[in-house]
T-cell receptor, first 117, second 111 residues
Framework: ETGVTQTPRHLVMGMTNKKSLKCEQH?????MYWYKQSAKKPLELMFVYSLEERVENNSVPSRFSPECPNSSHLFLHLHTLQPEDSALYLCASSQGPLAGQGSYEQYFGPGTRLTVT | AQSVTQLDSQVPVFEEAPVELRCNYSSSVSVYLFWYVQYPNQGLQLLLKYLSGSTLVKGINGFEAEFNKSQTSFHLRKPSVHISDTAEYFCAVSKEPKLSFGAGTTVTVRA
């Protein structure tokens, strides 16, 4: 149990669907992250939120839309995805980045396996 | 900018044998270094971290890593592996607020 939960664990969606991925952290952290993990590729950082403000957006297509309503919850809204978006989407949280405090490591959830048909 | 290179993409090893996973990083500033493990169908779990101090870092499950600043390396070792150590291992370097990950090393432990 890492303290970071993600739902759903598996998702199959068509290219015209709209769906959302949810992440919740129970660790009292103040930063949250979305990563994309594709087969045979390094982890790709998508978005970073610190104190509920987006501080990083790594040239992610607009069909991915993040939302961070509070420090414990993070969403990734999906619409009109492409088959190449099929991947494992990982959420993580950490304490203290940008504030000069904390131990810097990130804690990951189990991921959502997304398949776009 | 920093980057991480994991020199071995796959490492097969027999049970109870030692294993070493190699990681090199490039950075012009001080860094924080991490090793994560990912078991099948799971997220990443922190094995160990180097922030400062002793260059030999001990982590969970009997793993340890040594930070070598002159060689910009952070190799992971375990003296005797178990079947349950079969997983993918990722080296990462931190420069707030990001972690940059290596491509991963798949360790397969055989009886």
């Amino acid at each position: 149990e890492t303290g970071v939960t993600q739902t759903p664990r598996h998702l199959v969606m068509g290219m015209t669907n709209k769906k959302s991925l949810k992440c919740e952290q129970h660790l009292g952290h103040n930063a949250m992250y979305w990563y994309k993990q594709s087969a045979k590729k390094p982890l790709e950082l998508m978005f970073v939120y610190s104190l509920e403000e987006r501080v990083e957006n790594n040239s992610v297509p607009s069909r991915f839309s993040p939302e961070c309503p509070n420090s414990s919850h993070l969403f990734l809204h999906l619409h009109t995805l492409q088959p190449e978006d099929s991947a494992l989407y990982l959420c993580a949280s950490s304490q203290g980045p940008l504030a000069g405090q904390g131990s810097y490591e990130q804690y990951f959830g189990p991921g959502t396996r997304l398949t776009v048909t | 900018a920093q980057s991480v290179t994991q020199l071995d993409s796959q490492v097969p090893v027999f049970e109870e044998a030692p294993v070493e996973l190699r990681c090199n990083y490039s950075s012009s500033v001080s860094v924080y270094l991490f090793w994560y493990v990912q078991y099948p169908n799971q997220g990443l779990q922190l094995l160990l971290k180097y922030l400062s101090g002793s260059t030999l870092v001990k982590g969970i499950n009997g793993f340890e890593a040594e930070f070598n600043k002159s060689q910009t390396s952070f190799h992971l070792r375990k003296p005797s592996v178990h079947i349950s150590d079969t997983a993918e291992y990722f080296c990462a370097v931190s420069k707030e607020p990001k972690l940059s990950f290596g491509a991963g090393t798949t360790v397969t432990v055989r009886a």
